[in-house]
């Protein structure tokens, strides 16, 4: 089982629409989320963190984590075509060690069509 | 500096030759990672560097590569008689101290290398 997965996509929805990406992890571990959007040919960005279960809202960027089953997800309310983009999901696993380290998803691609 | 900055932003050079590619953290950020990122492929981990303790190497795929950091400051990532499979996107990032697991990474807009 890889460490982070993702559906690679490509996720297309509608302008306006709301973007669901999902991300899932293997260490129960794992205590810090992140969440990165990758333009093409640019460096990954980071647009959200999420650390204790439950929603955290950011502008139009909701992040949900449930620890119980190893899942976060990242909802983007009223797309844009800006949005476009790669999405990563990273994962820290803590303190100690190597588990500073973030593990990434490949990430999933979004399309947003005008 | 205001942000993470690489150099070169692009490098082609020819298989068997040395490369060296440089990282200028965040000023302030004590932890500094180095990921590879090749075509259409995620991020992989190479190397990661706290302070003064020993950098954690785990990820580095072969003896060809090793990478430097003095301190807190610039970081080089040296790749020996290079390969075809060696190119990539080489991204530097850098982030506060770890004692907090919360802080993400601030990344460089990297460095495509190019073997040929």
């Known amino acids: 089982q890889k460490e982070v997965e993702q559906n690679s996509g490509p996720l297309s929805v509608p302008e306006g629409a709301i973007a669901s990406l999902n991300c899932t992890y293997s260490d129960r571990g794992s205590q810090s989320f992140f969440w990165y959007r990758q333009y093409s040919g640019k460096s990954p960005e980071l647009i959200m963190s999420?650390?204790?279960?439950g929603d955290k809202e950011d502008g139009r960027f909701t992040a949900q984590l449930n620890k119980a089953s190893q899942y976060v997800s990242l909802l983007i309310r009223d797309s844009q075509p800006s949005d476009s983009a790669t999405y990563l999901c990273?994962?820290?696993?803590?303190?100690?060690?190597?588990?500073?380290?973030?593990?990434f998803g490949k990430g999933t691609l979004l399309t947003v069509n005008p | 500096g205001a942000g993470v900055s690489q150099s070169p932003s692009n490098k082609v050079t020819e298989k068997g030759k040395d490369v060296e590619l440089r990282c200028d953290p965040i000023?302030?950020?004590?932890?500094l990672y180095w990921y590879r990122q090749r075509l259409g492929q995620g991020l992989e981990f190479l190397i990661y560097?706290?302070?003064?303790?020993?950098?954690?190497k785990s990820g580095l795929p072969s003896d060809r590569f090793s990478a430097e950091r003095t301190g807190e400051s610039v970081s080089t990532l040296t790749i020996q008689r290079t390969q075809q499979e060696d190119s990539a996107v080489y991204l530097c990032?850098?982030?506060?101290?770890?004692?907090?697991?919360?802080?993400?990474?601030?990344f460089g807009s990297g460095t495509r290398l190019t073997v040929v």
């Open positions: 000023s302030g950020h004590t932890a």
């Open positions: 560097f706290q302070g003064n303790s020993a950098p954690d």
């Open positions: 999420i650390y204790s279960n």
């Open positions: 990032a850098s982030s506060l101290d770890q004692l907090w697991t919360g802080y993400g990474y601030t």
């Open positions: 990273a994962v820290k696993k803590g303190r100690g060690g190597s588990n500073y380290k973030l593990t």
